[in-house]
């Protein structure tokens, strides 16, 4: 790459990762503003935040810190573009973020499902104990209460305390994942107010086969981890070969990213690791999905 557009690769990708660095660390001087305020006995008027104090805020806004790894994947892809003097890594780091952003979500929601399990397992053992100490189930449920089961709980607990339907209020806060348990529950609460059956004996029951079934998901989970490792660390490998070959001084960059032949390569060898990846990640899932 010659002539205007190899002198501006340089400077765009300095920029792109200056810029990223800059949004992911700068709020020292708001942090130290809002402290000054709180420590001054009389305090003047708040003036407008600037431009960039909002774009900070609007860089920080989501809970989820998707916005900050999207900017370290620009930020990374943007220092390969300065070293190797080509947009190429920068476009490639474009299109990786939002498939980075998706496994991050995926991970976070599989630990708020095993969050959820945990919680219905709790809620269950904690009604059973209230509802053998002579509660009715209405009055143990509203003395264990349901913030553990979140916002779906309090449909729960209302109908609970104003005579609703609570079998119905928890089909409906089992459907968020994780919280399927509670139609288990539900049923229970249904068999003990029309034939008056014993709710605490059928809610011990369902915790104790919710806690073998995560039991099992969660052994099942650590003979995957090994896999999943060594998936992992062979599509790492590729990466090491090019530090060890920029190290011995054989500019494996320049061939990549300048010659027919290397820009080849890497289209082959990137295709090969995402199939790889997903692969691997099919099979994980599969043999999660279909564990006994």
């Known amino acids: 790459m010659n002539g205007p557009t190899a002198s501006l690769v340089p400077f765009a990708g300095a920029l792109c990762a200056a810029g990223a660095t800059w949004l992911l660390t ?6 130290r503003r809002r402290t000054l305020r709180m420590l001054a006995d009389d305090r003047p008027p708040e003036p407008r935040p600037g431009w960039c104090t909002r774009l900070r805020a609007r860089v920080r ?4 810190g998707t916005a900050r790894v999207v900017l370290w994947c620009l930020a990374g892809g943007g220092l390969l573009a300065l070293c190797g003097r080509s947009p190429l890594p920068l476009l490639t780091a474009g299109l990786a973020a939002p498939l980075v952003v998706r496994g991050l979500r995926r991970r976070r ?22 509802v053998r100490a002579g509660r009715q189930p209405w009055q143990a449920l509203t003395a264990t209460g349901t913030g553990s089961l979140g916002a779906a709980g309090t449909a729960v607990l209302a109908a609970a305390r104003y005579g609703g339907d609570v079998p119905g209020a928890l089909a409906t806060a089992a459907e968020r994942p994780g919280a399927d348990g509670l139609r288990a529950v539900a049923a229970c609460w249904r068999v003990a107010v029309d034939s008056g059956a014993s ?13 073998a ?12 981890a090994g896999p999943r490792a060594t998936a992992v660390l062979l ?15 054989a500019r494996p960059l320049e061939v990549l990213l300048h010659s ?17 990846l997903a692969w691997v990640g099919a099979i994980t899932r599969s043999a999660e999905r279909t564990a006994p």
Do not use: H, N, T, Y
Request: with cysteine; net charge negative; glycine share 12%.
């Open 26 to 31: 700068a709020s020292g001087g708001a942090a």
């Open 61 to 64: 806004a989501p809970a989820d």
């Open 109 to 130: 929601e599989r630990r708020r499902a095993d969050e959820r399990r945990e919680a219905v397992i709790g809620f269950c053992r904690a009604v059973a104990a209230e």
């Open 199 to 211: 709710l605490a004996a059928g809610l011990e029951k369902v915790a104790e086969a919710l806690r």
């Open 213 to 224: 079934e995560q039991d099992q998901q969660e052994e099942v989970r650590a003979q995957l």
């Open 235 to 249: 599509a790492a490998l590729p990466l090491f070969g090019l530090l060890l070959g920029a190290a011995m001084g």
């Open 260 to 276: 027919p032949p290397g820009l080849v390569c890497l289209l082959l060898g990137g295709l090969l690791e995402l199939a790889g």
